[in-house]
């Protein structure tokens, strides 16, 4: 069974939302993409996750490391590993 079905909490990241949504507005099944999106966050055991005070210190020392090591990330992806790292496994 996949990880998802087994799973009793889902945490979706509201800036990965924001990236799906705004490749649906430029693409060819825009209705069915949203549609399936709200039929997914509209169950009991998913949640956006919060981009808080927290997440943003996780986020400043990611790219403090990542700009020190001389790896760039986009930014977006940073905020995205920032806010997985306060869920758990």
Not at 19 to 38: T, Y
Not at 55 to 65: F, P
Not at 70 to 88: E, L, S
């Amino acid at each position: 069974m996949p990880a998802l079905q087994r799973a009793d909490e889902i945490y979706v990241n509201a800036i990965v939302l924001g990236e799906l949504q705004a490749g649906f507005l430029s693409g060819r099944h825009r209705q069915r993409n949203e549609r399936q999106l709200e039929t997914f966050r509209s169950s009991p055991r998913v949640r956006v996750a919060d981009v808080d005070a927290e997440t943003a210190g996780r986020y400043a020392v990611i790219l403090n490391a990542l700009r020190n090591a001389g790896t760039p990330v986009p930014t977006n992806d940073i905020w995205i590993a920032a806010t997985a790292m306060r869920r758990p496994l």
